[in-house]
């Protein structure tokens, strides 16, 4: 193609992009083939999108200048856990050597990796041990001194009794507990759970302030990230070597107003649970796209802890897409006012292949739209109004040469 066919085509696709003026960020889409595609989104991208992410298009411009609009879905790269219960039957329970012990039988033989148990007691904190067997006589050890706790007063309820295990395979299994008090298992549950890894992207911190409320006896922790990111994952390194539980409140910021006493701020919360030394200290909640994140620890009449290092992450996302026609392709983005596609290909996500091949996104470009204000961050093309006509007009210039050129030749 020479020079001017290559001006014509490209003056062509900015006219047919000029006619999506409400979308105010495009990226072209290299290495795109026919069929299914994957399309890695950048964390960044989230910060321009509404909140139910429905204004994202994939659009394509053939080369005789006609647009198509390629369907999508988005997937989130987040762990999937599969939980498998298994029927069983406790079938004795008897005082060995100073300890109660609990037998449990498998309908069949089959793995298992995780016991939940229910106990009648409150308020303990023992060192368990669990054995399994497959014919009552001869026991393999699976744990030894594997802590369970329950503590229930005014303050505190909590209760971490789940043991987890490497797989295991055995008819029978066998809970020591160190009590001859009476107890009973209220309701218990037996599973073997799979989780696939998951995909994140771990944000930057840009700031951390830490605030010691002494009215309160609370620890206030402010984070700032270097942008507006989905945040799905919140991880604590806690320095201490002894046993602690303190009760803890994760917020994002959403929006602040400026008043005559000063800016007040709104937070969104996004995680209430318990920061124990008997859990990992993660936080797992719904995706919240923010820059500005609160925890919130309540002490108590404990000293406050030493929280050296936080950890803040999102699942990673991307566009599984599939293109039937030749064409240059574009994703569009940020319009308020987009209502969420609806393509046949969201009922169909099973038919996917297992391996796609990948494609990539270049550099944002920010369509500067009619009463939109401009970022210096990213690039801009400017096509609204006289620019749109100046496009338009030379197209049609440059189209008329075409013609006259063939008349010519003819």
Known sequence: MNRLGTIFLLLLQLSVLAQMDNFHYSREISGAENGWNRIALTPEIFSRLNSNYSDIRIIGISNSGDSVEAPYFL?????????????FQTINKSTIAGKTSITFELNKITSINE????LSRSNFDWKVQLQGSQDLQEWHSILEDYRILSIDNNQVQFSFATLDFPLSKYRYYRLLVPTTEELSLRASSISENETSAGSYHSFSIQSLTKNEIKESKKTELQIKLKDQVPVSFIGLTVDHDFDYYRPIQIEALVDSTKTEKGWHYNYKTLSRGVLSSFNDQEFNFSEEVCSHLRITIENHDNSPLNISKIEVRGYQHELITRIDQEANYFLLYGNKD?????????NF???????????????????VIAGAKEDADVEQTKIPGFWMWLVLGLLVLIMGVFAIRMVRKS
Request: glycine share 0%; no cysteine; net charge positive.
């Open 75 to 87: 997937r989130t790269l987040q762990p999937v856990v599969k939980i498998s219960a298994i029927p």
């Open 115 to 118: 016991i939940k148990l229910d």
């Open 338 to 346: 987009a209502p969420e596609p609806v393509y046949d290909i969201v």
């Open 349 to 367: 996500k099973n038919q996917v292949p297992s391996s796609l091949p990948q494609a990539t996104l270049n550099q944002e470009i920010k369509r």
